[in-house]
Every structure is written in structure tokens, then in C-alpha cells.
């Protein structure tokens, strides 16, 4: 249901170890790349705005691609102009990116801005393309709660994939030395946040305490030892088993369970 | 409570002790309180009561306060002080997720941090789109409430309700914007909106304080500290819920008529999932079953007729029923439904504790009093195995019902 002609373009980054903070391929672009590879086999286009000396980036050859596209700029750069310019005349029908890069702010902002900046639509958390005919897509966006919803698109469309992607191929040796990195020379803009804002090491968040506002011992002794709480529950004794099931059957439809 | 006066003499003891922290409440009239100028008063003719002579009494020993007259049965609500800002100086704009029509805990956090920001002054609206069931935005501490309505925001439509958002952005122009960063649709409608008004926003924030806000960043390693911006996608527990007042929640309407797009992305509808492939401790809807259930083949088609995902008590595990990786409770998942149903499962509370987390509890018991029932929203007494045939009935009939009309 794929037409072979298609142009899809995937973001990368270099993610962060999450114990020891060493560079390596970003968890969620290389599920993006998985997907892309999936989809348009070796066609794939993979775009990453930064150091094209970085070694954490062979990860991402080592997939399977032959080369990477590199726009070079020093790390307090901001990416988003730099992909801007690049993707508005690059005539890609996808872009795919991960939700939230690993390094730095991780806002998760950037597939938001470049899709306001392209006028692109947009799709969130993106599972599995069913299939692309007549400029619309036909896609699977995953929900909570392992939930799946149906989507059609316009193209060109910039989807995020999360979690909920396929997991992305093994890095092999190999692939990952003789593919090639391709550095683009571009215009450098900086990017305004770190001017005000700093970076600290995370800080463990102070665990909520249950506080009791009791006015009397009695009270408090109540609130430390109370059972589940009886009452408030409504209780259907001495029904036919058909009034006591319409009764569960109303409260499933009310709360949107039956689908 | 039969209508006997009857003498309590733990409560006569509680009046005449007074160490008793249940002295006060026990006391008939207010005979003492705090003046003015912080010097307590008592008024002494208030205290005792008039003796069949004419002649004053007063009683020492309890029997009048604790034991005469009737006790009142129920303890009376107490009614919260109502919080009222009669012209705000600002607003502060909340956009809370309503899973399932009711403001979710992440969303009261939010509520209770934009109160912290709205201090005396400002006023917090909650913007909230299509119908809800929520019956407590007072004591959560929504100040003024937008509803927009209209089949345009049904379903999945995060375009026209950005499109909504910036309409409520021009008409009341909020000192901040605040949504849950959460999966379930404020995370993606807040950096919608943060793209639509360029606004560059706080993310996973969970601290705001002194015009300071701190956010996770990156993978969670580090914190990102800046001045607070317009927009905040703030983290769960990112302040205490509004605890102690009430507020007015007074409907606003949105003036100008919202901007209409072409929806260019289009809602399909929830797709189908096996609900057996779903991680128990996701799973939204889980049919749990105990050792009441006797007919488990029953039990297996009541979870696909209403396409739940299957749990068990350890009961159920250890005698083979249910494999090891359904168990709920203390020793196996801790789950998050958002409906849990119970059947023929006594509520033990290593049980209880793997379910403390699910929003509405069904029980299906044969023993009204066990506990499980204390902890249930909706509780049916009977068999099992007879309430479990009529729901499967009940439901495919719905469902049969269900496609007849769309056909
Ligand atoms: C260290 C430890 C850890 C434990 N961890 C867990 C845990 O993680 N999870 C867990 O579930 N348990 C756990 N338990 C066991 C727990 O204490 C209970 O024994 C168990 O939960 C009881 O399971 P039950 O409710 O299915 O069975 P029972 O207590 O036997 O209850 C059966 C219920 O079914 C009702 N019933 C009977 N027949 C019918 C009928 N025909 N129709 C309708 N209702 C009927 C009865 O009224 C009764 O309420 C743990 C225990 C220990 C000691």
C-alpha cells in the first residue's frame, strides 16, 4: 500500500546514556530511523544539525544507511532555522523525528515549531503508516494506555514517534565505519534561551507527604488507621441478576468503556 | 439511629474531662472564644441550665452536655470559605486534560499551582472542551470556567482547539497558560499552542517559585532553572491541590466567534486492540477475577464481550486458573485502570493495595460485607456466575443493537 517513490527525511540527535550520560544514537530517533528504513528502505534521507565529527552519529549508519546529511553548527546553535530552510526545498513527503531529544532542553518543541513554520500538519506519537495514496496517509497513532487511533493526513505531513514505535535495529560495526557523514555548510544562529536559563544536575523531586489536617488526636488516629472507607459506593442487594448487570452496563457506557 | 434518648456515658465522660480532645466539641453552647484584642471571653450565663426551681444550675458532671438530647447522627460538611475575585487583575489559563470528563490528579496539581500564581488577585479559569462530568471544580479552585462546546471538538481535534485556545488568548490575554505535560493530549496541546502563539515554553516543569521555574530536562538528567515563562507545561505534582477553599466557578463565554479551519489531519476513530496484548498495569479496563468465579470459561468470554483485560486475585493464580502474570496486588501488578471490576475477589488488603490507584471499582460478591464492597463505587450482590451471564447478554445485545443502527 506504500508507493516506492517516497521521500522521507528523518531527524536525529545524539541522545545521552541515561546512567552514565555518554553520547550514544538518541533511543526515540532511532526508533524514528526504524520506522523511516521500514517505509522507504534504503531511500531514507537522516538529517542531524550539528557536529559532523561526532562519533555517537555512526550509530545511526550502523542501521543500515549509507550516509548521513550533517548541517554543521556548534552546540548552542539552534537547529530549528538551519532544518527549516533545509526541508522546505527538500520536497520530503514525511518527516519524521523523535518526541523529546535527550541532551539539552528536550522540550520537544522543535517538530511543533518546524511544522507551524512549514504549515505542515502534524501527527503526535505516530505507531505504524498504513498506507499513503492520493497526497493522504492513512495512519496509526498511539494513544495511553497501549490504545491505538486512526488517522488521516494530509501530505506532507511531520510526524513524532514515541515509545510505541518499532524498536529500532541493532548498530552494526561495520556498516557504521564505511558509511558516510555529509557536512553542509550553513549560516549559524543562536539560540536566545541560554542567555537567561542554566542548566543544574537534576535534583530529586521531594516525595509528596500525606498531610492530615486534623484538628484533634482523635481525628488523627482515625485518619492513620482508617480501612478503605466504606460507604459512597452505591450497593445493589436482592436484585435479579439482570438488574444488577444493567446497572454495571450503565456505569461502563457512562464511563466510555464499551467501544 | 432510633429516635430513643439514651445516656452515653463515654460522651458524659468526654464533656467532664476536659484534657478530652473531644472536650470542645461535646460543649452544648460556645461559652468561651477569642475577643478582639486576642483575650479569650466567656459569656457565664451560657454555662449550666435553669432547674425546675427557676433557679440556675450548673452541672459538673457531663451528664447534661454529653449524654441529653439526641446525638446528631451525621457529622455536619463543613463548608469550605468561598474564595471570591470580583474583578480580576489577571488571569491565569488552565487547560486540563478531563480523562473521562473529571479532572484527573495531575490536572488538580495544576489547578493548585495556578492558584499559587493567581494569588489574591488574579483569577484562574479552566478552559474545558465538550461535555464533562465534573462536579467539584469549587473545591479544586477553578475561579472562572470556559466551556466550548460544538461537534468541531469532538474526537481528536488538536487544530480547532488551538485554533479555540488563541481565541481565548485575544479575548482574556492570560498572564500565564498552564496545561498538563501529560501524554493524554495536554502535552501535544500545549506545544501546539506554544508553536501557534511563539511562545517558547517550560516544559516537565515541577517547581515554580520566585518567578523561578525548574524543568527536567533532556533524558531527566539535568534541570533546565529559568524565569517563569507565559507558557508552562508543568509535571505531575508540581504544587499541592487546592485544599482549603472554595471557589466560584463562574461560567465565562467566549465573545468572538472561533476561527474555522479545514482539518487537515482527519479522526478515524480508536482502533481495536487486543486487550490481552495490553501491559496490565496500563490497561484502562481489567475484569479481575477471584475465587468467586467458578465458571472461568464464563469469565473469558465475559472479557471479550466487553473487551477488557483479564486479572486475577493470587487466590485464583495459585489454583492454576490465571496464569502467574495477571496477578493484581502487593506481590504482583499495580494497576491503573480506569475501570477495575471485581468479581467474587474479597478484597484482601494486599489486593486492595495493587488497586488503590484505579478510579472506579466495580464488585461483583456474594458477601455484602467484605471489603472489597467498602471500596467499590458500584457493588452487585449475587452469584457470580448468574450476574456474569446477564452482563454478556446485556452487552452483545448493545453491541448487536450498536450495529444495526450505524448499518
Ligand atoms: C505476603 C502476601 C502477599 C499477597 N499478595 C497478594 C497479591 O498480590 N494479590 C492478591 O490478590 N492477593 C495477595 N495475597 C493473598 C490475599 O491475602 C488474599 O488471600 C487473596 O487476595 C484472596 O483472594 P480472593 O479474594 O480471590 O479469595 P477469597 O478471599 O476466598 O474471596 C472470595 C470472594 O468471592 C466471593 N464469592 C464466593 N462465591 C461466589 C459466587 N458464586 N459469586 C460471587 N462471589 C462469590 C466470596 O464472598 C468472597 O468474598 C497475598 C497474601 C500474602 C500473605
Redesign the interface.
Known amino acids: 500500500m506504500l508507493p516506492d517513490n517516497l521521500n522521507i527525511i528523518t531527524l536525529v540527535s545524539i ?2 546514556h ?1 546512567t552514565s ?1 555518554r553520547a550514544r544514537r538518541a533511543e526515540q530517533d532511532a526508533r524514528a530511523v526504524e520506522l523511516g528504513l521500514r517505509l522507504a528502505g534504503d531511500k531514507l534521507q537522516v538529517l542531524h544539525a550539528g557536529n559532523p565529527a561526532d562519533e555517537a552519529l555512526r550509530a545511526y549508519l550502523g542501521m543500515g544507511l549509507s550516509e548521513l546529511t550533517v548541517l554543521e553548527q556548534p552546540s548552542h546553535g539552534d537547529a530549528l532555522p538551519l532544518l527549516n530552510s533545509y526541508l522546505k526545498d527538500a520536497g520530503a513527503q514525511l518527516v519524521l523525528t523523535g518526541s523529546q ?9 522543535l517538530p ?2 518546524l ?2 513554520q512549514l504549515g505542515w ?5 505516530l505507531a505504524e503508516v498504513e498506507k499513503i495514496e492520493n497526497g493522504m496517509a ?1 495512519v ?2 498511539a ?12 501530505l506532507p ?1 511531520i510526524a513524532c514517534v ?1 515509545n510505541a514505535a518499532p524498536t529500532a535495529r541493532q548498530s552494526a560495526f561495520g556498516p557504521a565505519r564505511r558509511g558516510q557523514l555529509q557536512a553542509c555548510e550553513v549560516a549559524v544562529v543562536d539560540d536566545s ?1 541560554l542567555v ?8 530529586p ?1 521531594p516525595k ?1 507527604l500525606k498531610v492530615i ?1 486534623a484538628k ?3 481525628e488523627r488516629m482515625k485518619a492513620a488507621t482508617a ?13 435479579s ?2 438488574a ?6 450503565k ?9 | 439511629m432510633s429516635d430513643i434518648i439514651r445516656r452515653d456515658p463515654r460522651a458524659e465522660w468526654i464533656a467532664r474531662n476536659r484534657l478530652h480532645p473531644l472536650h470542645a466539641a461535646m460543649q452544648t453552647a460556645q461559652t468561651s472564644w477569642m475577643g478582639p484584642n486576642g483575650i479569650v471571653r466567656k459569656n457565664p450565663h451560657v454555662v449550666g441550665f435553669i432547674g425546675p426551681n427557676g433557679l440556675k444550675r450548673i452541672d459538673r458532671s457531663g451528664a447534661q452536655q454529653g449524654g441529653s438530647g439526641k446525638r446528631a447522627t451525621a457529622s455536619a460538611v463543613v463548608q469550605l470559605p468561598l474564595h471570591v475575585i470580583e474583578q480580576p487583575a489577571f488571569y491565569i489559563a488552565v487547560v486540563p486534560d478531563m480523562i473521562g470528563g473529571r479532572l484527573s490528579s495531575h490536572d488538580k496539581d495544576l489547578l493548585g499551582l495556578a492558584n499559587k500564581l493567581a494569588g489574591s488577585d488574579g483569577a484562574v479559569v479552566a478552559v474545558v472542551f465538550g461535555e464533562h462530568k465534573e462536579t467539584a471544580f469549587d473545591t479544586a479552585g477553578v475561579d472562572r470556567l470556559l466551556q466550548i462546546e460544538g461537534e468541531l471538538f469532538e474526537g481528536y481535534a488538536p487544530e480547532q482547539r488551538v485554533l479555540a485556545l488563541s481565541a481565548v488568548e485575544s479575548q482574556l490575554a492570560p498572564r500565564h497558560w498552564l496545561l498538563p505535560d501529560s501524554r493524554t493530549g495536554g502535552g501535544e496541546l500545549g506545544r501546539r499552542l506554544a508553536a501557534k502563539l511563539g511562545e517558547r515554553p517550560a516544559t516537565r516543569v515541577w517547581q515554580v517559585a520566585e518567578g523561578q521555574c525548574i524543568g527536567r530536562a533532556g533524558a531527566g538528567r539535568e534541570d533546565l532553572v529559568r524565569s517563569a515563562p507565559r507558557l508552562i507545561l508543568a509535571a505531575v505534582e508540581c504544587a499541592e491541590p487546592v485544599s482549603d477553599t472554595r471557589h466560584e466557578v463562574r461560567q465565562v463565554e467566549l465573545l468572538d466567534q472561533i476561527a474555522r479551519n479545514l482539518p487537515r489531519i482527519e479522526d478515524l476513530g480508536a482502533v481495536a486492540v487486543d486487550p490481552a496484548l495490553i501491559p496490565m498495569a496500563e490497561a484502562e479496563f481489567i475484569l479481575s477475577g477471584g475465587n468467586g468465579v467458578k465458571d472461568w470459561t464464563q469469565f473469558h468470554q465475559a472479557a471479550a464481550a466487553l473487551g477488557a483485560t483479564e486479572g486475577a486475585s493470587r487466590v485464583a493464580v495459585d489454583d492454576g486458573f490465571m496464569p502467574r502474570n495477571r496477578q493484581v496486588g502487593a506481590t504482583g501488578t499495580w494497576v491503573t485502570a480506569r475501570v477495575y471490576m471485581a468479581v467474587g475477589i474479597s478484597g484482601a488488603i494486599q489486593h486492595l493495595q495493587g488497586i488503590g490507584a484505579c478510579d472506579k471499582v466495580i464488585a461483583i460478591n456474594l458477601d455484602p460485607g467484605c471489603d472489597m464492597i467498602k471500596r467499590a463505587d458500584l457493588s452487585v450482590i449475587g452469584d457470580s456466575a448468574a450476574i456474569l451471564a446477564a452482563l454478556i447478554e446485556r452487552v452483545t445485545a448493545y453491541r448487536q443493537g450498536g450495529a444495526r443502527d450505524a448499518a
Open positions: 541522545g545521552a541515561p550520560g531529544a535527550e541532551t539539552g532542553e528536550g522540550s520537544g518543541m511543533f515549531l511544522a507551524e500538519p502534524l501527527v503526535v506519537g492513512q496509526l497513532q494513544l495511553p494506555r497501549g490504545q491505538r487511533r486512526r488517522l488521516k493526513v494530509r505531513f514515541d534561551l537567561d536559563a542554566h542548566f543544574q544536575p537534576a535534583r523531586r509528596r489536617k484533634t488526636g482523635a480501612k478503605a472507607a466504606g460507604g459512597g459506593g452505591q450497593v445493589l442487594k436482592d436484585v441478576p439482570q444488577g448487570a444493567e446497572a454495571i452496563f456505569l461502563l457506557v457512562e464511563e466510555g468503556m464499551l467501544r
